[in-house]
Antibody, heavy 125, light 113 residues
Framework: EVQLLEFGGDLVQPGGSLRLSCAAS????????MSWVRQAPGKGLEWVSA????????YYADSVKGRFTISRDNSKNTMYLQMNSLRAEDTAVYYC??????????????????WGQGTLVTVSS | DIVMTQSPDSLAVSLGERATINCKSS????????????LAWYQQKPGQPPKLLIY???TRESGVPDRFSGSGSGTDFTLTISSLQAEDVAVYYC?????????FGQGTKLEIK
């Protein structure tokens, strides 16, 4: 069974840092692009960042560029999101999401066929 | 960036009746080289992560009941639930993957009338 499990959410002060982890199982992790998608309380979904499977190309939303860093360790089947200079507006549930793995011409990020349960990040003093 | 706009924001439908949710993109998400629409639909129940329902605008994900169907092309898309069941109460999102950043609609909350 394909599973994603996020860790690391916490209460952090504005300007602080946090690292999220996403542990994957049930599929060949290195073969799939992965993303982080967040959802502020009571709000909709916002794509945050993506990383390709084997050559580790990275992509970011403008709202987090320069502050967040996505990475992965294929030997540990784990993806990470290092979040620095956190702001109140970064408060959200952060989901780890797996891309489809299908050949999608001209698309950098395609659809998400598996999601984790999410981890809550609260930025507040 | 492509902006996705859903309508209505909320919808109340009687059990067994048809529910229709619309999604409009600010530019076409039809890729001419393969004639495919780069659009997906998700269902999110309270306290749960989103679940993929449909991709390529009209292809149902494995295991999704056939009462769910997607249609449309270019900039205008529709998710239809042919006969609403109690377990379909959720928020529904469309998502384009034609361009980066991938973008979601604001969501449509579906309730029972």
């Amino acid at each position: 069974e394909v599973q994603l499990l996020e860790f690391g959410g916490d209460l952090v002060q504005p300007g602080g840092s946090l690292r999220l982890s996403c542990a994957a199982s049930g599929f060949t992790f290195s073969s799939f692009d992965m993303s982080w998608v967040r959802q502020a309380p009571g709000k909709g979904l916002e794509w945050v960042s993506a990383i390709s499977g084997s050559d580790f190309r990275t992509y970011y939303a403008d709202s987090v560029k320069g502050r967040f860093t996505i990475s992965r360790d294929n030997s540990k089947n784990t993806m990470y999101l290092q979040m620095n200079s956190l702001r109140a507006e970064d408060t959200a549930v952060y989901y780890c999401a797996k891309s489809s793995g299908q050949r999608v011409p001209a698309a950098i990020v395609d659809w998400f066929d598996t999601w984790g349960q999410g981890t809550l990040v609260t930025v507040s003093s | 960036d492509i902006v996705m706009t859903q309508s209505p924001d909320s919808l109340a439908v009687s059990l067994g009746e048809r529910a229709t949710i619309n999604c409009k993109s600010s530019q076409s998400v039809l890729y001419s080289s393969n004639n495919k629409n780069y659009l997906a639909w998700y269902q999110q129940k309270p306290g749960q992560p989103p679940k993929l329902l449909i991709y390529w605008a009209s292809t149902r994900e494995s295991g999704v009941p056939d009462r769910f169907s997607g249609s449309g092309s270019g900039t205008d898309f529709t998710l239809t639930i042919s006969s609403l069941q109690a377990e379909d109460v959720a928020v529904y999102y469309c998502q384009q993957y034609y361009a980066t950043p991938p973008a979601f609609g604001q969501g449509t909350k579906l309730e029972i009338k």
